[in-house]
């Protein structure tokens, strides 16, 4: 512990603002008679380990998620609105420094009530050792869902700006509650593996065991979990000045799209599109353009300088985002085929980006949700107005999607002529930018 | 060059259509303690936050100690300690608690942690409270905590946004001899602050801003010259003060005047020029009691420079 709290100084702080002598004891003394009182009803009951540990391992990891989660994710929240935010700014406290001691540390109480009950859990094991394995895959997964839910839980505190804002500490149940949802199916999925029919996974055409089934799934928590954190570190890392990487969006998004595309890579092969593959990415690409607000004092400063790398690292995040899409399209295509659609669907989210940075060259103190509300017209009027007037034919301009009745290049037109006008607008707006004495 | 710790090349910043900081060009001698002055929203906090790389410029840039603010900002965070004007602190740690917490997040070594620790809260004479929580402390006494934050990676820089607004006489009076104290060690200091008699028992420099621009900047002596601040002198010989008062005006100090057993005269030239009229006036057989400045501070200073044109 002591390593770790000279490691990480924020494990250090909130042990020592969190862990004061009655919370310990009071912390404690619930978890002893939450086990006793667990252990006489189950002995009143089924009397079995198995049923025992299931319940022990339930309150710790509904506890470990919900709490823990809670915690992270008012942890940034709480310096800036606080305003304790700018002393650690000014610590030579990395921002991988920073984002593990409060993934860590911000939970340390969640930690310690875990800790509590888990010599009830190992006592299972001791007395039962034939259901170490039920221990062990409730535990690799239990953990691996705390620590996705609570890495999501600071990237939203991350980017939580003012601290004052009702989002930073809702969101902290919000995510809470879907964690226990994932935690709890999760659950399910493993104890439904020893049954007779049980739902394998499958990727990429592998029909994956029990026990491969679990493992792949703790390893897709902890790799989710890892890129939350590394957004929560990018985030906070912008706050402390350091510079960007260029390929950690491209990277993230390629990611995203191989594991998704490996669920329908089956299906794919059999001649369904692999719609999730193209549009889950679409959908981070778009989240991630969103709040990066890159607006015209990061461009002005982007466009001037001079350093190619730090050109490159600089790129702001939609163009990133698009020229991935691209690349994702292009892969999916020649993977599976199924034509124009891996060209309709970037082009849409082209113009849809590209608008979003026009609106952030406007005078709108609020580009973003001027941007959302714009794009949702353009999305919803077409269906309200053209369907009842049976203008369908104008539709596949307008909307994203592949119309076998047309040609493919009708179908692109729409689309394209779309990007090169609103490409035209944000050159306008680039050019003055650029040419901006103030 | 290495003698200025600060030196800005056009800094600027802008939040949307307002310019806070319009070009600014500065610098401080290392060792300088610095007021910045000026009527809110002159752009001093947005200064200081930009000289300590937690706020990028719009353009320009600025090398404190040697370090350019744009290149390696964290490299300056570790040359200077900044007071911003609104902090928060860890309520719950106690005082000694939190100087760990920060010794701990700028890497003071393990062995030397403590004796870092004891040397700050003598600093900020706040030994007393040492096990204190930070919740129970006045909040002259947080002042001081926050700054003891600032002392603790030894920074040759300190950058003080307002630290005596909403203090009360006898904790500004404290911080007045902290300041004093870190200058006398040779930190070099840029205090923003509206209580400007307060600052000039210590302060060697001055800049004036307004509406984001520099009216004027260096040593006292600079400012006063370049705005054009005529300093007023008092003297007070033993006995009658005619013979005093001939002297200075055969001097040429027509503004020279008996007024309740003393004379005044403005004057504008330099301290060379002033302490000649010292030795005119002994030499001429004036027995003088009190020969010295009244006001001329940086409050004169500024109020003066209000009149000229940015």
């Known amino acids: 512990m002591n390593r770790l709290t000279e490691m990480f100084p924020e494990i250090y702080r909130y042990g020592a603002q969190g862990t004061g002598k009655v919370r310990l004891i009071s912390g404690l003394a619930a978890s002893l008679a939450l086990c006793a009182a667990t252990g006489y009803a189950v002995s009143k009951t089924t009397g ?47 921002s991988f420094n920073l984002a593990a001691g409060k993934l ?54 991350s980017y939580d700006d003012t601290g004052g804002s009702g989002m930073g500490h809702l969101s902290g149940p919000l995510i809470g509650i879907a964690g226990l949802s994932a935690l709890n199916a999760s659950f399910r999925y493993s104890d439904s593996l020893s049954l007779l029919l049980a739902n394998y996974i499958y990727f990429y055409g592998h029909r994956l065991g029990a026990a491969t089934s679990i493992l792949f799934l703790v390893l897709s928590f902890l790799a989710f979990a890892a890129w939350a954190f590394l957004g929560a570190r990018y985030r906070i890392g912008r706050d402390l000045l350091e510079k960007r990487r260029a390929w950690r969006l491209p990277v993230f998004l390629l990611f995203l799209a191989w594991y998704i595309a490996g669920f329908e890579d089956g299906s794919a092969r059999s001649g369904v599109f692999p719609a999730e593959a193209l549009i889950l990415p679409g959908l981070a690409a778009y989240i991630a353009s969103f709040l990066s607000c890159e607006r ?20 702001p995040a939609w163009i990133k985002s698009a020229a991935t899409m691209l690349v994702i399209s292009g892969v999916l295509f020649l993977s599976y085929g199924f034509g124009r659609i891996y060209l309709i669907l970037p082009l849409f989210l082209l113009r849809d980006l590209m608008f979003l ?58 689309p394209l002529a779309q990007v090169l006008a609103i490409g035209y607008l944000l050159r306008g707006k680039i050019k003055g930018v650029l040419s901006d004495k103030n | ?108 070594p393990r062995a030397r942690r403590q004796a870092v620790i004891s040397r700050t809260l003598v600093d900020v004479d706040l030994s007393n ?80 801003l307004r509406e984001g621009s520099l009216v004027a900047g260096g040593s006292l002596g600079e400012v006063r010259a370049l705005i054009g601040n005529k300093r007023r002198v008092r003297v007070r010989a033993a006995g009658a003060q005619d013979g005093a008062l001939a002297i200075l005006l055969a001097a040429g ?51 003066a420079s209000l009149g000229k044109k940015i």
């Open chain 1, 48 to 94: 079995s380990w198995g049923s025992y540990l299931a319940v022990v391992s339930f309150m710790q990891f509904n506890m470990l998620v919900f709490y823990g989660t809670v915690c992270t994710a008012r942890s940034v929240t709480q310096e800036r609105g606080e305003r304790t935010w700018d002393f650690q700014r000014l610590t030579p406290l990395s």
């Open chain 1, 104 to 157: 860590l540390g911000a939970p340390i109480f969640a930690w310690f009530l875990f800790a509590c009950l888990l010599p009830a859990a190992l006592t299972v094991v001791l007395f039962s050792p034939a259901i170490y394995k039920v221990f062990l895959s409730r535990y690799a997964l239990g953990l691996s869902i705390s620590l996705l839910s609570m890495a999501i839980g600071l990237l939203a505190s």
């Open chain 1, 296 to 315: 015209r004092e990061y461009w002005r400063r982007w466009l001037a300088g001079e350093s190619p790398s730090r050109r490159l690292d600089d790129t």
């Open chain 1, 357 to 414: 940075q026009w609106c952030r060259f406007s005078a709108s103190r609020r580009p973003e949700m001027m941007a959302l509300a714009y794009l949702a017209m353009a999305y919803a009027l077409p269906m309200i107005i053209l369907v009842p007037a049976k203008l369908t034919a104008v539709l596949p301009a307008l909307l994203p999607y592949a119309d076998i009745g047309i040609s493919a290049a009708a179908n692109l037109a729409g």
């Open chain 2, 1 to 108: 060059m290495k003698d200025q710790i600060v030196r800005t090349a056009s800094l600027r910043r802008e939040y949307g259509d307002v310019v806070a900081v319009n070009d600014i060009n500065f610098s401080v001698p290392r060792g300088a303690v610095l007021a910045l002055v000026g009527p809110n929203g002159a752009g001093k906090s947005t200064l200081l936050k930009m000289l300590s790389a937690v706020l990028e410029p719009t353009r320009g840039t600025a090398l404190v100690n040697g370090v350019d603010i744009n290149e390696d900002p964290r490299a300056v965070h570790a040359s200077v300690g900044f007071l911003p004007d609104f902090f928060g602190l860890y309520e719950e740690l106690t005082v000694s608690g939190y100087l760990e917490y920060f010794a701990r997040a700028y890497g003071v």
């Open chain 2, 129 to 208: 409270k040492a096990d204190a929580r930070v919740q129970a402390l006045s909040r002259g006494m947080r002042q001081r905590l926050a700054i003891g934050r600032t002392l603790l990676h030894e920074p040759p820089l300190l950058l003080l946004d307002e630290p005596d607004s909403g203090l009360d006489p006898e904790s500004r009076h404290d911080l007045q001899k902290l300041f004093t104290r870190l200058a006398g060690a040779g930190k070099t200091l840029i205090v923003s602050s509206h209580i400007l008699t307060e600052l000039e028992d210590y302060c060697t420099h001055v800049a004036i």
């Open chain 2, 253 to 303: 100090l027509g503004s020279a005047a008996g007024e309740g057993g003393s004379v005044f005269f403005d004057f504008s030239g330099s301290d060379e020029e002033l302490s000649g009229i010292l030795k005119r006036l002994v030499e001429g057989g004036v027995k003088v009691l009190y020969f010295g400045e009244e006001g001329g501070g940086i409050q004169e200073t500024y109020l």
